[in-house]
């Protein structure tokens, strides 16, 4: 009885589309808002209660909000207590940065296009495609404007120009790199040559300011990508572990896993602090920042593990056999067949990841005292200026728009590629 | 025999011998990275001569916990424990209130008003892409010490509460915790009692059980009276002079990590109530309508029985990372575990070995959570079929 019923209609489980906007504007009313008098009641309390809580944002947005400490502190809080004399070298990173990722975007595009995943005339320009890009990307350029139009200064207006142009630059330029018919060898010095990029701008700056002159936002998305990166390896050897057949190495991912899981990340945090540099020489005794990527890192190689072993148990077992068939290694058939499957399917469950540790870099300005964003919209209400007139209102709103921008377009970023690579759809 | 011999496997070919030695290598990589780091320890525990042992647990803390009668004396042991008590209370209000207000919220997420949709919508898109540290110093901040007036014209919310920036006090029980916990199960048992009685009434006869509402009912008598018989009573609070009587007042910083975790919690909640929701069959729904529910009621015997079925394991997950957050309590003074530990450490008490002691209780109460999620799991995966 089910299955004829399932086999016959195939059942959606997305609500049904709104009714239509357009139309009749009374029908719509009776519709979404005046449907029976409870309804009406309803609408009327929380349309009440709605223009009461817009009223108070606008009203604290434009009248009563004073920004003045926002505009006073908006370098502090973006990049902290960067030295003066090596500015130059963030607008470098950030230009060369906007640069690569076009340069990356055009490539990918023009290798998809050849190997037939996208049709070609999708590549071209049209009204459409910038359309779409801008929904896409509205918000952090909202964002990033308005933090322009709060700067005192042209230095960051200069910066962003550059930073868009070598964005566009980049990406006219990637197809013909993406075209280029190469040998084995110059493909690999391609490919290490655009991988050294982010690295090299790392050490560029390093090697000028060390690690410890970081601050603000600047650090926020620092700790956070650091982190992600330096806990992949980790996570995909924990994750392999808990899969494998030896029951050994099987105890010993698990307990790892769970045991960090269990603990809460906050007080990892204090106790590195505190007690990290006990279990090290003192030659190697870390800095704070330092303590804090390795907490974070360890931390999230363990949900990180989680994710991927999700992702292992989506491949098929049709797949590990039919590289069996092929007479492939044990290793070669976790490396070339299970694992790229692997770990394509949880792509979005790892921007899941990535984002709640985006979140989660705040504790490092509680628990170790870290100059990161939030630690900085509480220092900056101490000024002499701004102390004792309850400005933390202004200072946390202005934090939590920073961090909601990020967060918001990661999410939406990894809801459009979840479509797009088709996760659960089979 | 010689051709046998030569048809077996080599030693470093035998796949029995490598797998051992896979294993052996991973355990002593392991091994050798522990004892490295023990050995750091060690070396420099003793050298700047801190101990490793856990004697420090019965030193006198002295140290007062906020809103705590523990003396200053006691020894570190029980301020530990009433540390790890303000854990549990935070984590158990928390988790009760995170749940309610998801859920609903959940639900307000798939309503067809327009208005309470896109309220929630807006709610749950905003709170869940903002760190939960945030709200915790807001609250504190923002709301406690600056939105809420000081004690001398505090609000007073129809006799039962009083806000001030001191905090906000509640109505509260006068006796024993202990016997209010057993009258609790008592009436509990009662209920669970009738329940059942109602429901082999209703096999019997035909007629409707109405379980909820007997055992509902019962648990109502039962507790009442024996409420008044042990002499309990509610006081409500009210502001004398420049302090508040009767009730409980609820200190700063718990409100605070309270409004934080349930806010921040309940966004999470909410989404996985409207995704569970939406993965109940379609169907069911619209037999729902056929069979004339109302609204509520094809929610209550429906839809949402169905719901949490499938959002039982995410919303464990949400719980154990609700009281793991507790722990963030600590930066704004509320004396929890953490804070407790961090505390005695400043005051002397060796770091190493309080940690270890407080993540071993973190991960206790972890586990022990995550045991009942899954029993809960199993119990509700029964019902299927």
């Given at each position: 009885m089910t299955d004829v019923r399932d086999s016959m209609v195939p059942l959606p489980q997305e609500p049904p589309p709104a009714p239509p906007r357009s139309g009749n504007a009374k029908v719509w009313l009776r519709r979404?808002?005046?449907?029976s008098p409870v309804d009406t009641a309803i609408t009327l309390v929380f349309g009440a209660i709605s223009l009461w809580l817009v009223y108070k944002t606008i009203n604290f947005v434009f009248v009563t909000g004073r920004w003045d400490v926002i505009r006073a502190n908006l370098r502090l809080l973006v990049i902290g207590r960067f030295p003066d004399a090596h500015v130059l070298r963030l607008v470098v990173t950030v230009i060369v940065l906007a640069g690569w990722t076009g340069l990356l975007a055009g490539i990918i595009r023009a290798r998809q296009v050849i190997s037939g995943r996208v049709a070609p005339q999708a590549d071209r320009f049209s009204i459409r495609r910038v359309g779409d890009l801008a929904e896409r990307l509205w918000i952090p350029a909202a964002t990033v404007l308005l933090l322009l139009l709060l700067s005192s200064t042209a230095g960051p207006w200069v910066t962003a120009v550059a930073a868009v142009l070598a964005a566009i630059v980049g990406r006219a330029l990637g197809p013909f790199i993406g075209r280029l018919k190469l040998n084995a060898v110059a493909r690999i010095a391609l490919i290490v040559a655009l991988a050294a990029v982010p690295p090299a701008l790392f050490f560029y700056i390093v090697t000028a300011v060390?690690?410890?002159?970081w601050g603000g936002f600047m650090l926020n998305l620092f700790l956070a990508v650091c982190a992600i990166i330096l806990c992949f390896p980790l996570g995909v050897l924990l994750a392999l572990g808990r899969r494998s057949s030896l029951p050994l190495v099987r105890i010993v991912s698990t307990a790892y896993i769970e045991l960090v899981r269990g603990a809460p990340l906050f007080v990892l945090l204090l106790l590195a602090n505190v007690?990290?540099?006990?279990?090290?020489p003192d030659s190697l005794a870390p800095s704070t920042s330092t303590r804090a990527i390795i907490v974070f890192t360890l931390f999230t190689a363990a949900y990180m593990a989680e994710i991927i072993r999700g992702g292992l148990q989506s491949v098929p077992r049709g797949q590990i056999e039919a590289a069996k068939a092929l007479g492939l290694s044990p290793a070669r058939q976790t490396a070339l067949v299970v694992l790229p499957q692997a770990l394509r399917n949880v792509i979005p469950a790892q921007i899941g990841q990535l984002i709640s540790l985006f979140k989660d870099t705040t504790l490092a300005g509680l628990a170790?005292?870290?100059?990161e964003l939030l630690n900085v919209s509480g220092s900056i209400t101490a000024q002499d200026a701004f102390v004792?007139?309850?400005?933390l209102g202004e200072t946390l709103a202005f934090a939590a728009l920073l961090f909601w921008a990020v967060s918001y377009t990661m999410s939406r970023e990894s809801q459009r590629l979840e479509k797009r690579l088709g996760v659960g759809v089979r | 025999m010689t051709a046998a011999l030569s048809t077996r496997v080599p030693l470093w070919r035998d796949i029995r011998v490598l797998k051992w030695l896979a294993q052996l290598v991973v355990v002593a990589i392991v091994a050798a990275i522990l004892i490295w780091l023990w050995g750091n320890y060690t070396t420099n525990a003793s050298r700047q001569n801190i101990p490793t042992n856990f004697n420090f647990l019965d030193n006198p803390a002295s140290f007062q916990i906020t809103g705590n009668s523990l003396s200053q004396n006691a020894p570190v042991r029980q301020a530990l424990y009433e540390g790890f008590l303000n854990t549990l209370r935070i984590s158990v209000a928390g988790v009760l209130a995170a749940t309610v207000l998801g859920t609903l919220i959940g639900i307000a997420r798939l309503s067809k008003n327009w208005i309470v949709n896109k309220m929630a919508t807006v709610y749950v898109e905003a709170v869940r892409n903002i760190p939960l540290a945030l709200f915790l110093v807001a609250g504190l901040v923002?709301?406690?010490?600056?939105?809420f007036p000081p004690i001398t014209d505090a609000w007073d919310v129809a006799g039962m509460l009083v806000v001030s920036n001191r905090g906000v006090a509640v109505p509260w029980y006068v006796g024993s915790g202990y016997g209010l916990i057993v009258l609790g199960a008592v009436a509990g048992a009662v209920w669970w009692a009738v329940a059942q009685w109602r429901r082999s009434v209703s096999e019997r006869t035909g007629e409707l059980p109405r379980s909820g509402l007997w055992g509902g009912a019962a648990f109502v008598i039962v507790f009442l009276a024996v409420w008044f018989l042990l002499g309990y009573r509610v006081t409500t609070p009210e502001v004398v002079g420049r302090a508040t009587d009767g009730g409980m007042r609820v200190d700063p910083s718990f409100f605070a990590l309270f409004f934080a975790l349930v806010i921040y919690t309940a966004s999470h909640i909410a989404e996985i109530v409207r995704g569970s929701i939406q993965a109940v069959d379609r169907g069911q729904g619209e037999a729902a309508d056929a069979v004339a529910l109302s609204g509520f009621q094809k929610m209550w015997y429906v839809i949402l029985p169905q719901a949490f079925r499938i959002a039982i394991p995410p919303i464990g997950n949400q719980y154990l990372n609700l009281i793991k957050n507790s722990s963030l309590g600590a930066a704004i003074g509320y004396y929890d575990l953490t804070l407790v530990s961090q505390t005695t450490v400043g005051n002397g008490s060796p770091a190493v070995p309080v940690f270890a002691l407080t993540m071993a209780i973190y991960i206790s109460i972890s586990l022990v959570t995550s045991v009942f999620v899954n029993i809960a799991n199993r119990r509700m995966a029964l019902v299927e079929r």
């Open positions: 979404n808002l005046f449907r060390g690690f410890d002159g007690a990290l540099r006990f279990f090290v170790m005292g870290l100059f004792g007139q309850g400005l | 923002v709301v406690v010490l600056q939105i």
